[in-house]
């Protein structure tokens, strides 16, 4: 069963992965692959002038993102090539189903495959993860989401492989919301007045969110009117009386050991999100694979 329809992940996240953000990292990307000669195999190989058409299969189940990478990938070698997508982002797919197809000159379709495979893999991979998660706890309003531990120029990517597998976002970095970590808390002197003097600091439309480890924390949070207060490693039986103390007051995450046998009762007590970086960073990338079409 897929998780939001492809169209709606697309259209909102349209702002985040504008076309030239794209072709500036798959260029980056291609040109680390094709160095100053170019493809030396496949030019040696391959007359100039042979066609071909090769088909983007999956070999594993599991939830796709990067199409638009990979089509750029193709593009950008060669803009003549034909690519036709026969899924959309955020679709569930089976082993063996085909993902897209690709015709043209054949030195560019294999000069290109190694960065679209590359992205298609690895983001397939974060929204593959993801999908798993969310599927746990699909049953409650709660929602799986992301961290800032992620590759280094990659986040935007990630964080939208993370949104086609049905999760959802945090913080996109350190300058779109507050959130005030026990580092921050033991030298402002106290969860209260941390949060006091963000609220001072920020403007009426940023978020503060806090990080607490007890119950004593969260209700200080609480009367300082926190907006997100973030339950740091407590287990279901801890988080189900922050659940009733917090009384919809303000909004609350679960973070800290957080697995595919914990993320269900975790979920269960009532927590509005629950924030890993295992999405992120240690999910395994799909398995998809590029062969020529025999004739």
């Known amino acids: 069963m897929m998780t939001g329809r492809?169209?709606?992940?697309?259209?909102a996240f349209a702002p985040y992965l504008p076309r030239l953000m794209i072709e500036d990292a798959v260029r980056a990307a291609l040109l680390e692959d094709l160095g100053r000669a170019g493809d030396i195999t496949t030019n040696a190989t391959l007359p100039e002038d042979a066609t071909a058409?090769?088909?983007?299969?999956?070999?594993?189940?599991?939830?796709i993102c990067g199409i638009g990478f990979a089509k750029t990938a193709f593009a950008l070698v060669e803009p003549s090539l034909k690519f036709t997508a026969f899924v959309k982002d955020g679709a569930r797919v089976e082993r063996g189903d085909t993902i897209a197809r690709v015709e043209g000159n054949?030195?560019?379709?294999?000069?290109?495959?190694?960065?679209?495979?590359?992205?298609?893999?690895?983001l397939s991979g974060i929204s593959s993860y993801t999908a798993k998660f969310a599927d746990l706890i699909a049953h409650t309003g709660?929602?799986?989401c992301d961290t800032r531990k992620t590759i280094p120029?990659?986040?935007?990517f990630a964080k939208y492989a993370v949104k086609c597998g049905g999760?959802?976002?945090?913080r996109f970095g350190l300058d779109d919301a507050i959130l005030i970590k026990d580092n921050h808390i033991a030298v402002a002197g106290g969860v209260a007045k941390a949060i006091l003097a963000a609220r001072a600091y920020a403007g009426h439309l940023v978020k503060i969110e806090v990080e607490v480890d007890g119950l004593t924390?969260?209700?200080?949070?609480?009367s300082v009117g926190a907006d997100v207060i973030l339950l740091d490693n407590m287990g279901p039986e801890l988080l189900e009386k922050a659940v009733k103390i917090n009384g919809?007051?303000?909004?609350?995450?679960?973070?800290g050991g957080i697995a595919f046998d914990t993320i269900k009762a975790i979920a269960e007590t009532g927590v509005d999100y629950i924030s890993t970086s295992k999405i992120t960073m240690a999910a395994p990338t799909l398995d998809i694979g590029l062969d020529i079409e025999l004739t």
Do not use: D, F, W
Request: overall charge positive; glycine content about 6%; aromatic content about 2%.
């Open 167 to 170: 999760g959802a976002n945090h």
């Open 53 to 63: 058409a090769a088909v983007l299969s999956s070999r594993e189940a599991g939830a």
């Open 106 to 122: 054949a030195r560019a379709i294999l000069s290109a495959e190694r960065v679209a495979l590359n992205y298609l893999m690895h």
């Open 217 to 222: 924390q969260l209700e200080e949070a609480l």
């Open 153 to 156: 120029g990659m986040r935007a």
């Open 142 to 144: 709660a929602k799986v």
């Open 6 to 11: 492809p169209e709606e992940v697309q259209k």
């Open 248 to 255: 919809g007051r303000a909004r609350l995450e679960a973070s």
